[in-house]
């Protein structure tokens, strides 16, 4: 076989060798990407972000979401507001089969869901805009 | 977004794992230049060097910029995507340059040149969408807007458009032509993503019984999806475009997945999709050909059968290795041995060349890329987000997957291209588009500030 | 979002698998097949290899037209049957077609052999063939045969090795290759009723009359339906009256010397007795009869390097064992009639299985190939299946050589004989009802006692076996033990 053969074909296998170390490294990088992920199960079903508050907790605060998830300045609650318009207890999100309910707990300011009133229980898309006395905060989609 | 509420020039992020790629696909293309030169003039010499660093030359101006703009977007997508269409370039260098001949002021254009113009463009595209779009308030705010400039989209194409090969789906606009149904795709993603989205709970959960435990969703939520097996429908009977509606349909019941996550309606949506579809074949010639050739293209073998048996010629000449860039497809008497190689059979000619090993690694180029738009869907902070990345992406795997069956006789042929690789302006322009706006929304947000401690504190124990 | 990850990522698995599934499961009889746009464009560049005889005459080459471009060159219109033709505007036939990708050089069977064939450089030239046909027999078996329509397949029973495989008409191969009359001659040949593009030798399904009996003798011997001293007591009897079956009478009469004679299975072999085989039909059995024709080849293409037709013992259907109608059915399928249909391929075989001892040889046409560079690969030989036993092969070669040198059996064998060597035969005679002549066949080896070449002849309506048949073995045996003793 003559040497200028040989080399046409290695440069031909090299290619599709270097096809194959591409996609080596891009599926490392995915796989990194999902070990990250899987490293923080909390809030797989999807957390509270606090996009707006004059006290405490901070605007930029996130809390990653258990099934039911109350919210008000009681400490026993899962979301403490230290806001002096919220309720004890507040409000609370439950999650349920598919998607999200918030529910208002009878507090003396209510609880606005894109600021309209909730009344009764309520089913909350991702993405929604949920205010607390002075806290608004935006139900985001977990990472699962 | 917070990031566009902030004042101030962003600051320079360094992209280290996207150049690192970069770098492989640049290596990868430059080796493929390599073996295509070699074989075509004997001695070790690139191929076509120009066109190839141009495009390379492209690809890092997309890096820079994205560099330069500071968003943490993703940065795997722009280099599968690049390897993709730099192989396409590859191919469109292989094949002959007169293919497809275009005038463009004073000069004449060949396949690989027009090519390489449609894919800076489409890079482009890409790079300012990614810097450039901050907000999903546009789409979700407008959809039925949107909706509807699809539809008249639509109808202008079958009204003013010209029929190429037997399918109307080309529309001039002066001196520039394009495939509106291309740009349709993403119109209609972005369509379902926003009422999916505001429907989700209700499509789930409000069910109105049918027969026994079956249960369907109320039928003024079911419109939507009915108009849209209708449209899908339609542009099989009247633009004969096959693939594109299998694509709709395919994406819009993914979607509905996505959102419901009923099996039971996916299930029934096949099911209508099928029937209509036999109906079709009932009624429409054209439809029941396709269908013939596919089951049995040696029954025609140099007439309705014969690219698509020629295709699978190609792939067994291929093998496991291939013949090598430039090495396959043997002309005869000057003809390619297949018609339309560079729309309808971009795979066939990577099988042949580079064997099913290319073919292996192409598909999974495709499949990185759904893979990482689903991700990207998956970590999105709201539905029509999570949906609209998801749509995107699945426009992408659904129709390569479509076309590359198509190719390899698992499902009729149908007439749309390979994305990235496959000639075709409009395809790799919106294909570009729908890239940037999985990098505009894989956006994970300024670098967060360190959080106080007593609201950290707080959040612990909410958690 | 993960499941919908699973299902694509399952629909890719289904592309891999169709890929794999073209590219390697059917890439060799797709990329090797005549019309394959590679071996086309090869065809027109490459030079094909020649085609040997088993002496090493060429029976095909190539020359260059004023282009530069190669076509082929045949070396008479005998071997226009098995070799095909070659040509550039109406694609391949015969062995040309068969052995396409050894002929241009794109490698043989085995994968390793084609992967390296990709490493070399496309070769000017391809590999010879080297075939098992005799040019001297060929072109006899064809003269023999003159203008009428028929077949002779000569084989060493020993090796399989095909000496002769004649049809005719034969055709002008070189005319449909040479581009200048290539139109011309493929359209005379296409439109000549004769039909000279079938060939005859194994693609031809013809009613096999009394050869057939041979097949009936190995069911029934070889099943123990009937022994070597079977008689039948009603036989002499039904040779006035007929023989009742189902209501339905078969007669005979062609052999009334032998009066009431009880024939044994030589005797009824040597006068070729219906009734006797009829009965033997019978006692073998439905069942029996299509097993050994089955082990014979029949029912299935046989192995070898041409496409064959199936030979048939019914048409199949039938309620009783093996596919028969009924018993009349039966009983005329034991003596060729009935709906028995045969190429003359297998009926060679069929005598090359009784001459090998009843191991049955594989046919081969093509022994090896002979690359540019001189480098030989041989084609091994095999065999298709042990059929019989040796003493029931060594009671039909008796039978079968009383058939020829009896003194009754050389009444219906006259010419087949040759002097100095024993020939065992049986002729055939095959009723094609209506008024038409009846196809004249026989099949047979020699020496008996050691034998180096069986074979098969049938000329359409030829008349009885002893007619045009049976002289027409002779003729070539005679020839073949003339050049080689």
Same mark, same amino acid.
């Given at each position: ?144 | ?59 890092? =101006? ?23 269409? =730099?192989? =396409? ?91 509106? *149904? ?93 029937? @209509? ?48 860039? =430039? ?97 075709? @302006?409009? *395809? ?36 | ?77 005998? &071997? ?81 090795? &095909?000496? %002769? ?7 002008? +191969? ?13 359209? +005379? ?36 339906? !009937? ?40 005797? +009824?072999?040597? &006068?070729?007795?219906? !009734? ?15 097993? %050994? %024709? ?60 009784? +001459? ?64 100095? &060597? ?50 027409? %073995? ?12």
């Amino acid at each position: 076989m003559d040497p200028l053969t040989l080399a046409l074909w290695a440069i031909r296998l090299a290619f599709l060798a270097a096809l194959y170390l591409f996609l080596a490294l891009v599926v490392r990088a995915l796989l990194r990407d999902v070990r990250a992920a899987s490293r923080d199960p909390a809030g797989a079903l999807g957390r509270l972000v606090v996009v707006a508050s004059v006290s405490l907790p901070a605007a930029g605060s996130v809390f990653p979401l258990d099934a039911v998830t109350t919210i008000g300045r009681d400490l026993g609650s899962s979301v403490v507001l230290d806001d002096p318009f919220s309720s004890a207890r507040h409000a609370i999100l439950t999650f349920r089969g598919r998607g999200w309910y918030v529910e208002d707990l009878g507090s003396t300011n209510g609880t606005l869901v894109n600021g309209i009133p909730v009344a009764g229980a309520q089913p909350l898309g991702f993405g929604d805009e949920i205010q607390v006395g002075d806290v608004r905060m935006r139900l985001e989609r977990g990472t699962r | 977004m917070i990031a566009a509420e902030l004042p101030g020039f962003p600051r320079p992020l360094l992209r280290r794992r996207e150049l690192g790629l970069l770098l492989a696909v640049a290596g990868t293309l430059l080796l493929g230049g390599l073996s295509l030169g070699f074989t075509r003039s004997g001695s070790p010499t690139l191929a076509h060097p120009a066109g190839l660093l141009v495009y390379l030359g492209a690809l890092a =101006g997309v890096h820079v910029a994205l560099v330069l703009a500071g968003r943490r977007v993703d940065e795997v997508l722009l280099p599968t995507v690049g390897l993709l269409g =730099g192989i =396409g370039l590859l191919l469109a260098e292989r094949l002959p340059q007169d293919l497809v001949v275009q005038q463009v002021g004073p000069a004449v254009l060949g396949l690989a040149s027009l090519q390489l113009v449609w894919l800076v463009l489409a890079l482009v595209i890409t790079g300012v969408v990614a810097i450039a779009v901050r907000s999903d308030r546009w789409f979700r705010l407008y959809k039925y807007t949107w909706a509807a400039s699809g539809l008249g989209l639509l109808a202008l194409t079958f009204v003013l458009g010209r029929d190429v090969n037997g399918t109307r789906l080309t529309l001039d606009l002066g001196p520039v032509s394009g495939q509106p *149904s291309e740009l349709l795709k993403v119109i209609l993603v972005i369509f379902f993503a926003a009422y999916l989205a505001e429907n989700r709970v209700l499509l789930a959960d409000a069910r109105v019984r049918v027969v026994g435990r079956l249960t369907v969703p109320p039928a003024p939520y079911l419109l939507p999806a009915g108009l849209m097996l209708a449209l899908a429908l339609g542009i099989v009977v009247i633009q004969r475009d096959l693939g594109a509606a299998l694509l709709f349909f395919a994406v819009f019941l993914c979607l509905f997945y996505l959102a419901t996550g009923s099996k039971v309606d996916v299930a029934l949506g096949i099911g209508l999709f099928l029937v @209509g579809f036999a109906l079709l074949a009932l009624v429409f010639p054209h439809v029941r050909e396709r269908v013939a050739t596919w089951l049995d293209p040696w029954s025609d073998p140099l007439g309705t059968g014969y690219q698509t048996i020629q295709a699978l010629h190609a792939f067994a000449r291929g093998g496991l290795l291939g013949t090598g860039l =430039g090495a396959g497809l043997p002309a005869v008497g000057g003809q390619l041995p297949i018609p339309a190689v560079h729309t309808d059979f971009p795979l066939a000619a990577l099988g042949e060349e580079l064997g099913m090993a290319g073919v292996l690694a192409i598909l999974g180029c495709y499949l990185v890329v759904v893979a990482r738009g689903l991700r990207i869907a998956a970590a999105a902070a709201d539905d029509v987000r999570a949906l609209l990345c998801a749509g995107l992406a699945l426009v992408i795997g659904v129709q390569a997957a479509i076309i590359a069956a198509g190719n390899l006789k698992l499902i009729p042929l149908t007439g749309i291209t390979l994305p990235f690789i496959g000639y075709g @302006g409009s *395809s790799l322009l919106v294909n570009g588009l729908i890239v940037g706006l999985l990098l505009a929304f894989s956006d994970r947000g300024p670098v967060p500030p360190a959080e106080p401690r007593r609201a950290r504190r707080l959040a612990r124990a909410g958690g | 979002m993960a499941r919908l990850t699973l299902v694509l990522v399952l629909a890719y698995g289904g592309l891999m698998l169709g890929a794999g599934y073209w590219q390697v499961l059917r890439a060799d009889d797709l990329s090797r097949d005549p019309t394959d746009a590679g071996m086309i464009a090869a065809a027109r560049s490459t030079v094909r290899g020649r085609i040997l005889d088993r002496d090493g005459r060429v029976l095909a080459t190539s020359r260059r037209d004023s282009t530069g471009e190669p076509y082929r060159v045949y070396t008479d219109a005998s &071997v226009s049957a098995p070799l095909g033709y070659a040509s550039r505007l109406y694609g391949s036939a015969g062995l040309e077609a068969a052995y396409a990708s050894e002929l241009l050089g794109a490698g043989g069977d085995d994968p390793a052999s084609r992967a390296l064939a990709k490493f070399r450089p496309r070769g000017e030239r391809g590999d010879d063939l080297r075939t098992s046909l005799s040019l001297t027999l060929q072109r006899l078996a064809v003269r023999l045969l003159g203008t009428d329509r028929g077949a002779v397949v000569a084989i060493d029973p020993r090796t399989g090795d &095909v000496l %002769a495989m004649a049809s005719t008409p034969t055709y002008d +191969a070189s005319g449909i290759a040479d581009p200048a009359t290539s139109r011309a001659a493929f359209a +005379a040949a296409r439109d000549d009723p004769g039909q000279p593009l079938l060939d005859r030798a194994i693609q031809g399904r013809y009613v096999p009359g009394s050869v057939f009996k041979i097949v009936t003798a190995i069911a029934g011997l070889s099943s123990g339906a !009937i022994t070597p001293a079977t008689t039948f007591p009603q036989q002499p009897r039904a040779e006035s009256t007929g023989l009742l079956v189902s209501g339905y009478r078969v007669r005979d009469g062609h052999h009334p010397f032998t009066g009431t004679e009880l024939l044994d299975f030589a005797r +009824a072999t040597e &006068v070729s007795c219906n !009734i006797w085989y009829a009965l033997a039909g019978l006692r073998t059995g439905g069942a029996g009869m299509e097993e %050994a %024709a089955r082990r014979l080849g029949f029912g299935a293409p046989i192995p070898f390097d041409l496409p064959t037709a199936r030979s048939q013992l019914t048409n199949g259907g039938g309620p009783l064992p093996g596919g028969f109608t009924d018993d009349v059915e039966l009983a005329n399928a034991a003596y060729g009639q009935g709906e028995v249909l045969v190429t003359p391929l297998e009926m060679a075989l069929v005598a090359a299985t009784v +001459a090998n001892g009843g191991e049955e040889p594989r046919p081969r046409l093509v022994t090896g190939f002979v690359s540019p560079s001189g480098a030989v690969r041989d084609v091994s030989r095999g065999t298709l299946a042990r059929v019989l036993s040796s003493d029931d092969a060594a009671a039909i070669t008796l039978a079968m050589t009383q058939a020829v040198e009896g003194v009754d059996g050389q009444r219906f064998t006259t010419g087949a004989q040759v002097a100095g &060597v024993t020939v065992a035969g049986k002729t055939g005679t095959a009723q094609l009802g209506g008024a038409g002549e009846p196809h004249s066949w026989f099949i047979g080896f020699a020496p008996a006692e050691a034998p180096t070449i069986a074979l098969a002849v049938i000329v359409e309506q030829g008349g009885g076996g002893a007619a045009r048949a049976a002289p027409l %073995a002779g003729d070539l045996l005679r020839a073949f033990f003339a050049a080689r003793p």
